[in-house]
């Protein structure tokens, strides 16, 4: 899809992720990664896939209900779920002409990099909005659901 794109003068980005809480952090990626090209697809890892990734008491959110959020975000133009643990297929099968990841990887350790990268794409890290991640706003919700019940 990405070189019938790219024949038709349209630059195609690809960023990931499993996107369990949506918070700044995961916008600021997404407009950055949406202002490197005219077209933004976004890997949104399948329920199964977040539970193998961040442990069985993930996803928080369904990926249905992670779909309807970041469908309404406008930086987004196609979401496209994957069964794997990594979205290697989905790069291979998009040839995007950008990858984007967060400043949390290196171009060496993004899954696809070598792949995008011979056929002519290029790989992008953008810095990290400090303060910001699913799992540490998930520790805090736990602790205050555990200090309100100590309370009662």
């Known amino acids: ?19 369990d ?27 199964a896939s977040v539970s193998r990734l961040k442990g069985s008491r993930r996803p928080i959110h369904s990926l249905e209900a992670r779909t309807i959020i970041l469908t309404e975000l406008r930086s987004v133009d196609f979401i496209i779920p994957f069964e794997e643990d990594t979205p290697l ?5 998009l040839s995007p002409d950008i990858l984007v990841k967060g400043g949390d990887y290196t171009i060496e350790t993004v899954v696809g990099a070598d ?3 011979a056929s002519g794409g290029i ?22 659901f555990q200090n309100e019940s100590e309370v009662d």
Request: proline share 3%.
């Open 1 to 19: 899809m990405g070189t019938e794109l790219r024949s038709d003068g349209l630059v195609t980005v690809f960023t990931n992720g499993c996107f």
């Open 21 to 47: 809480i949506l918070h700044p952090g995961h916008v600021h990626l997404l407009r950055l990664a949406r202002a490197m090209g005219d077209i933004l697809f976004l890997g949104v890892n399948t329920d």
């Open 89 to 93: 297929e989905l790069i291979h099968s």
């Open 115 to 117: 792949s995008v990268i």
């Open 123 to 144: 790989v992008r890290i953008v810095p990290l909005l400090e303060g910001y991640s699913t799992s540490s706003i998930a520790c805090e919700i736990g602790k205050e």
